[in-house]
């Protein structure tokens, strides 16, 4: 179990830029695979991005390709999501999300075992 707990988040004018954070604690053995999920109101938990812990490797969803960035701290006690040039429609409560036996290039809230509480991102035109 690892826990995690996300900063960042607020508010931001198009075409600006955000930085999430996720702090790890815990069994690293949980976070194989680290995600970002966001979910606006009226919407289902969409899978954003995602980073291997080992090798560093990422995924992102079409929506956010080219945008964003996911990187994980040598320490492998942060996670970051850097929002760049955000839009109205990435407007949702991000979360962090430890995927322990993660593979392939999707993550699956459905296998995440551990979140964090969220935090929001609101993107004004």
């Known amino acids: 179990q690892v826990q995690l707990v996300e900063s960042g988040g607020g508010s931001a004018q198009a075409g600006g830029s955000l930085r999430l954070s996720c702090a790890v604690s815990?069994?690293?053995?949980?976070?194989?695979?680290m995600g970002w999920f966001r979910q606006a109101p009226g919407k289902e938990r969409e899978g954003v991005a995602a980073?291997?812990?080992?090798?560093?490797?990422?995924f992102y969803a079409d929506s956010v390709a080219g945008r964003f960035t996911t990187t994980q701290d040598g320490a492998k006690t942060k996670v970051y999501h850097q929002m760049n040039g955000p839009k109205p429609e990435d407007t949702a409560v991000y979360y962090c999300?430890?995927?322990?036996?993660?593979?392939?290039?999707?993550?699956?809230?459905?296998?995440?075992?551990?979140w964090g509480q969220g935090t929001q991102v609101t993107v004004s035109p």
């Open positions: 999300a430890a995927d322990p036996a993660g593979t392939g290039r999707h993550i699956y809230s459905q296998e995440c075992s551990d």
């Open positions: 815990g069994d690293t053995q949980s976070s194989r695979l």
């Open positions: 980073i291997y812990s080992r090798g560093r490797d990422t």
